[in-house]
């Protein structure tokens, strides 16, 4: 049976931009995988998903009318149970052959076959295929149930719920109509197009006719991907005809593209004065309220320029830039009128104000966190050599901005409008950089402090958060985090690990919970936020490509000192290269599950209890690379200890071969465990060479 390409679209009202991606594409694998579960379509078919702010739509290639018959085995009862002694059908039998509609007549046809120690009777029959026009609109039921949709609604009279209101469902095999009820809409040919570009219903002719149809005569580039792409290339080229530049603008790209369904860029202006407020203002007011893309010049200063993607494609759009510009100039009105009012008062005399505001109802005020954030940030900076009084001065402004006119109408802003005011009242370069870069890593991949009183206050910043909502058990547990400690602890790491800074991961813990006044935290801090960062650790280095096993080895011993991760790393990664490496892991592990039956505390060895050769000639090998190895500890060459190490390896594979470590002489016994704990401490300094053993 030869297949035709299906077509499935529903129209809707306008669906939610920043989910119509994947939603769009959603619907499509939903549809296509019911389609392949019933045997309608192949599992390497091809499909293309569709997404509009009005509609949703795939296309199947090769979908049949009716699915292959097939035949279908299943298991009827034990022969002990189904047949008598003579071989008669039991009654218990025949009642279950009555309930499945199979006549006693197809039991000479049954297959005997053992069935794990029994031997059964199983039933083959042949089943019709699904039918197409049989089971489409419950595949596409089920697709629109389970889309990620938060909240759904009703319209009409009816009690069909969806993210909008739908009002037409399209479901085409080849040219024939599907027939189906979905949302209560009956299926049919007649789709819509642009809203004022395209007159009225459009009639798909086939389903392959869909895309071509839609662009020709309702003015409607339907597919996503194409749409995106054809924005950006005007976007492009416009900005080149303005030898100006775009900057960073695909998440607006991406919402854009589910706001129009006809692109068409246009290029709108607004008065240069308004190039007096700090850029990131106009920038964010023209891209989040308005969805304008502004130009900016080689050096990346801003434009009083921008880009409109326009719903609608004019010979003359006077009337929509006119109209786009005149709606601008209010918003860029108020981001001025916050500025300048803002500037009236400084950021040191609302800093004072702070306390007046909570920061969490067990966590005291933000004037109280400002004062820990200080205390911490100064013992840092003293640390890292960095200026103690720039760094106090940034710790206790860090926060003012939170309190402005800007920050309050924009939160994106905070840290970069308290450097505006810093700067304006007289502070600092570097304690305004401080400010403003407190926050970073804002996210995955963002920049990091660049300087050390940025660092300072940064992690000053994170610690004291962590420490503190640890402190009354609020700690992150599965998909709920509503204070971003994850996103802190991350940061935390980062800047230790990537700056790198020669800081106490475990003592920074401890500073930070003793920033808080006596009783205020209840619950223990220190060793559950360590083993939380611990593990945010090990998934960052995972995801870096380190390997798995060489992270668990150098993990296992909890460093503290986060700056020395990556090198013990790249030691371990250069010691697994070594002949010696698989040998050594795997007398490592032999070793540590040895000491685990030391009876305790294991002294220095004592080489007059050392009886045979082999056990001299490991104690001697010992003593011979003990100071080498430990020097290349102590000057963070990890990879040249390591490699002197694995010289240890043929005296360790000769004690192994030639000593009863679990000697009957205790001393004897005891002597060959501490020159075992002694290898293991020797060896263990880098990384748990065990957890290399395979």
């Not at 981001?335 to 950021?347: I, S």
């Not at 702070?354 to 954030?373: C, P």
């Amino acid at each position: 049976m030869t297949g035709a390409t299906l077509l499935v679209e529903l129209l809707t009202e306008e669906l939610p931009p920043k989910a119509l991606p994947k939603l769009g594409q959603a619907f499509a694998n939903a549809i296509v995988a019911g389609l392949r579960a019933r045997g309608l379509a192949a599992a390497d078919g091809d499909f293309r998903w569709f997404a509009t702010p009005r509609r949703l739509a795939v296309t199947v290639a090769q979908v049949l009318a009716e699915a292959a018959a097939k035949d279908v085995t299943e298991k009827i009862m034990p022969v002990s149970v189904a047949l008598t002694a003579d071989g008669q059908p039991t009654p218990a039998l025949t009642k279950k052959l009555e309930a499945k509609g199979i006549p006693l007549s197809a039991v000479a046809g049954f297959e005997r076959r053992m069935d794990g120690k029994a031997e059964a009777l199983f039933h083959t029959a042949t089943v019709a295929g699904a039918k197409l026009g049989e089971v489409l609109a419950g595949i596409v039921q089920d697709a629109l149930k389970a889309l990620p949709i938060p909240k759904v609604m009703r319209w009409g009279d009816g009690d069909a719920t969806f993210v909008r209101p739908a009002h037409k469902l399209t479901m085409l095999h080849g040219a024939s109509v599907v027939p189906g009820s979905v949302l209560d809409i009956e299926s049919g040919r007649t789709t819509r197009g642009h809203r004022f570009m395209s007159k009225g219903d459009i009639e798909i002719a086939t389903a392959d006719a869909y895309e071509p149809t839609l662009l020709a005569e309702g003015k409607v580039i339907p597919d996503f991907a194409e749409r995106r792409a054809n924005i950006e290339t005007q976007l492009v080229t416009e900005a080149g005809r303005q030898h100006a530049t775009l900057g960073e603008y695909a998440d607006l790209l991406d919402e854009v593209t589910a706001l129009v369904e006809h692109p068409t860029v246009y290029v709108g202006e607004f008065e240069a004065e308004f190039l007096a407020v700090p850029q990131e203002c106009l920038i964010l007011t023209m891209r989040a309220n308005q969805k304008y893309f502004p130009l900016f010049d080689a050096a990346g200063k801003l434009q009083n320029r921008f880009l409109i993607v326009s719903n609608m494609e004019l010979a003359d759009p006077s009337n929509i830039v006119a109209g786009n510009q005149r709606v601008v100039r209010p918003r860029l009105s108020d981001a001025r009128f916050f500025f300048e009012q803002d500037r009236k008062v400084g950021l040191g005399a609302r800093a004072l104000k702070l306390d007046t505001v909570v920061y969490h109802n067990k966590l005291g005020s933000l004037g109280e966190r400002v004062q820990r954030l200080n205390a911490l940030a100064r013992t840092i900076a003293v640390r890292l050599g960095a200026d103690e009084a720039k760094t106090s001065n940034a710790a206790l402004l860090c926060k003012a901005d939170l309190l402005t006119d800007m920050v309050g109408e924009f939160p994106e802003l905070q840290g970069t409008m308290g450097r505006y005011y810093a700067l304006d009242a007289g502070t600092s370069v570097e304690t305004a950089d401080a400010i403003e870069q407190h926050y970073r890593p804002r996210f995955a991949g963002d920049a990091l402090p660049d300087t050390n009183i940025g660092n300072a206050v940064a992690l000053a910043d994170k610690l004291d958060a962590l420490a503190g909502f640890f402190g009354i058990g609020q700690i992150p547990t599965g998909d709920r985090d509503p204070f971003g400690l994850r996103r802190a602890a991350l940061g935390v790491l980062r800047i230790l690990m990537e700056t790198p800074l020669p800081l106490d991961l475990g003592e920074l813990i401890g500073e930070a919970a003793k920033g808080f006044a006596s009783g205020l935290l209840t619950a223990e801090v220190d060793a559950p936020l360590y083993d939380f960062m611990l593990e945010r650790l090990r998934n960052l280095l995972r995801d870096a490509g380190h390997a798995q096993d060489a992270v668990d080895a150098v993990l296992a011993l909890k460093p503290t000192r986060i700056d020395l991760v990556v090198p013990k790393l790249e030691a371990v990664a250069a010691f697994q290269q070594l002949p010696e490496a698989a040998a050594l892991a795997a007398a490592n592990k032999r070793i540590v599950n040895i000491l685990k039956k030391a009876e305790g505390e294991l002294k220095e060895p004592d080489v007059a209890l050392l009886v045979e050769d082999a056990e001299k000639a490991l104690f001697h090998a010992i003593v011979e690379v003990a100071p080498l190895a430990r020097s290349h500890f102590q000057n963070e060459a990890y990879t040249d200890a390591l490699r002197v190490l694995a010289g240890l390896r043929a005296a360790v594979d000769r004690f192994f071969d030639e000593v009863m470590v679990m000697a009957e002489e205790p001393l004897v016994r005891q002597n060959r465990l501490a020159l075992l704990g002694q290898l293991a401490g020797l060896m263990n300094q880098v990384a748990d060479i065990s957890r290399l053993s395979a």
